[in-house]
């Protein structure tokens, strides 16, 4: 039943694919003034979870959202107000295992908060804001207000490619993000103010998540908030150019929720006071050009501070990552264009549940996609040694692999999974208890990227997760897991 579900959706995805690429220029609908964008991203899932003591570990589904908007632009302001239309079909309704193999896959989570079932759709406001630009003749000052994306780093964009490049798929949305990957992702309620010169930028956004991500309501707010504060540099020239950027985050969660920690669950059930949760650091990113080719260097690293309910909350993380892509313009080389990357990521896990103090590293509401393609980890109690090699064999075509050497920074931690608030009666990461192993999984995986068109792009992708001690003894019936993919995005 999974191959045939499959080769269906797979089968009506690339057909729509090729018929829609055909060579024509990004379409611009200009009304009265105003400008009319619309998007569909479409993508057919099959997942190959661990496998559970019972329950569906293989299936397939169909997640789509569709992107409908308005927006006018002047010197002085713009405003943009845009609605969604996510829909869902064929999700499983038995990919839930008793205990802790719990779901088994991101196609539960969608299932376990539809209203309708197997095929669930539903239209909201995606974004509705109004900025104010070069505020008191001000070049580069801007305000914002209302719903909106946003996502940490995103308000400075290198003019290096190699700089830009790390920071949009390394750098931005570690922390905070609209977690887009998923098929509904939310957007914020807030303000944002920048002040954005030449050579530096400056930063403050307060909100508040709006609900979506799993469920296809996108209408409400979660009570949590956040308010970011950041200062990016660009700096260097020549052969060595460089970002530097340091960033604070007051996070706040009043919703009274069991948490998922470590603790023993009667302990959690007693504590659903706030979380209240400093987080300050910062990153820099080089790159150095020589006849060789370009190397780079990227530094992330954060501490927190604050409450987790009645407990103290100190906790830290940090990256490090390096690369190279040789100059050539002639041979193998020149044809694939190659760029080699490797890096090591470390989080703090909590090693002592039962004292006064929680130090696992919070993720607050990052996108966790850009580091892990597989989502069946994120960025808490995570140490992760990772290499990747992306190729560029033709204009419209990117081929990108990742290794990832997976463990748990602390084995009387959990393995954590997803990316944060999305409602208001969950608390949005789940965890499983590891039993004392350390080795989560080893991840191996590809994606290819292709620009059919300015309008048209098709990705696929497929990730093998060799499960290690973690998996083996929670899954003890199949410890590897499996996910394809195949998504086209359309302009139009």
């Known amino acids: 039943m999974l191959v045939k579900t499959a080769r269906s959706l797979l089968l009506a995805l690339l057909t729509a694919s090729v018929i829609l690429a055909q060579p024509t220029p990004t379409p611009e609908y200009v009304i009265g ?279 103290d909350h100190r906790a830290h993380a940090f990256a490090l990552e390096g690369g190279f892509q040789p100059r050539a313009t002639s041979g193998w080389l020149g044809h694939w264009k190659p760029w080699l990357r490797a890096g090591y990521f470390e989080s703090s896990g909590d090693s002592t549940p039962n004292d006064n103090a929680h130090e696992s590293f919070f993720n607050l509401m990052p996108s966790p996609r850009p580091f892990a393609r597989f989502p069946f980890f994120n960025l808490m109690n995570n140490r992760d040694i990772h290499a990747a090699l992306i190729s560029r064999p033709h204009g419209r075509v990117t081929i990108s692999n990742e290794f990832h050497a997976l463990r748990l920074s602390s084995t009387n931690d959990l393995w954590y999974i997803g990316g944060g608030v999305y409602q208001p009666w969950t608390f949005g990461y789940a965890g499983r208890a590891a039993g004392g192993a350390r080795s989560l999984a080893n991840l191996y995986d590809v994606q290819v990227d292709y620009r059919l068109n300015p309008a048209v792009s098709v990705t696929g992708y497929f990730g093998f997760a060799q499960g290690l001690a973690v998996t083996r003894t929670i899954y003890p019936k199949g410890k590897d897991a499996r996910l394809g993919y195949v998504e086209l995005n359309y302009r139009f």
């Open 33 to 311: 003034g105003m400008t009319f964008q619309a998007n569909l991203r479409a993508r057919t899932e099959l997942w190959d979870w661990f496998h559970a003591d019972s329950g569906d570990h293989g299936y397939a589904y169909s997640g789509n959202i569709l992107r409908l908007g308005l927006s006018r632009s002047t010197k002085q302001w713009d405003w943009q107000a845009e609605f969604a239309v996510p829909f869902l079909l064929g999700l499983p309704s038995n990919a839930v295992a008793p205990g802790a193999q719990g779901q088994l896959g991101l196609g539960a989570a969608y299932f376990a908060n539809s209203q309708t079932g197997s095929n669930t759709a539903m239209l909201f406001p995606k974004q509705v804001f109004w900025r104010w630009k070069n505020i008191g003749g001000v070049a580069g000052q801007s305000l914002r207000i209302g719903r909106f994306e946003y996502a940490d780093g995103t308000e400075r964009t290198p003019q290096n490619p190699t700089l830009a490049a790390l920071k949009r798929d390394r750098v931005a949305q570690r922390l905070i993000g609209t977690f887009a990957w998923t098929h509904v992702a939310h957007s914020f309620d807030g303000f944002q103010y920048i002040l954005d010169k030449p050579s530096a930028t400056f930063a403050v956004v307060s909100a508040i998540p709006t609900r979506g991500v799993f469920q296809t309501d996108g209408w409400g707010e979660t009570r949590t908030a956040f308010t970011y504060a950041a200062y990016t540099r660009g700096w260097g020239g020549g052969n060595h150019v460089a970002e530097t950027r340091v960033l604070g985050i007051y996070y706040h969660d009043w919703r009274s929720l069991v948490k998922t920690d470590s603790r023993a669950l009667a302990v959690r059930r007693t504590d659903l006071a706030n979380i209240r949760i400093g987080t300050f650091g910062g990153h820099h990113l080089s790159a150095f050009t020589s006849s060789a080719g370009t190397a780079d260097i990227l530094l992330w690293g954060v501490a927190q501070t604050g409450r987790w309910g009645t407990q």
